[in-house]
């Protein structure tokens, strides 16, 4: 049952109490920890149970029998979520890592550096990191780039610019380069 109540509230909904008591919330914490979730990431994967939870109350669906194990299931869910991002992060870097030329030093300098472009390209703006694949990656001109993504040329170009600018910052940053 739902600790909390969701009651409008011009026109939003406003939550009363906190929909996870104390040992549901330590509970959550120990399915995502055994799930494999990094100590740090808990306090987020226990604020998007309570988001699930007040957003199914909100929708007006009924609130589940037992709450207590239905936010188990849901932080089990989110542990394999966080698992298959891990995974696919790490395929990122391994595919870029891939891309770069034998005649540079291999080993674990290039993996450095390639999971650190990984990272920056995921920081970036979903339109920047768009163009820096497509130019960089994807070999594409920028002619064809701004035809294909129905932008000016320029526009290409800024957003080109400005990626590379964060990426590379945020190399010299991570002291990468």
């Known amino acids: 049952m739902l600790r909390g109540r969701i009651r409008r509230g011009r026109g939003a909904y406003v939550a009363d109490d ?9 509970r959550v914490r ?22 699930r939870l007040l957003e199914r109350a909100a929708s007006g669906r009924e609130a589940p029998r037992d709450v207590s194990a239905w936010a188990a299931v849901v932080a089990s869910n ?14 990122l870097g391994e595919r870029l890592a891939a891309l770069r ?5 291999s080993g674990e300098e290039t993996s450095l550096l390639s999971l650190a472009v990984a990272r920056g390209l995921d920081e970036l703006p979903d339109a920047q990191r768009q163009v820096v694949v497509l130019r960089f990656y994807a070999d594409l001109p920028v002619r064809s780039i701004a035809e294909q993504l129905g932008v000016p040329e320029g526009t290409v170009k800024s957003r080109l610019h400005t990626a590379v600018r ?5 190399l010299h940053e991570d002291e990468v380069v």
Request: proline share 9%.
């Open 18 to 26: 906190d929909p996870l008591d104390a040992a549901q919330e330590r």
């Open 30 to 51: 120990a399915v995502l920890a055994l799930g494999g979730v990094p100590q740090a990431d808990l306090p987020d994967g226990v604020q998007q149970v309570r988001l």
């Open 78 to 91: 989110l542990a394999m979520d966080w698992h298959r991002a891990r995974r696919r992060q790490e395929r």
């Open 101 to 105: 030329p034998a005649d540079h030093p």
């Open 166 to 170: 964060a990426l590379r910052a945020r």
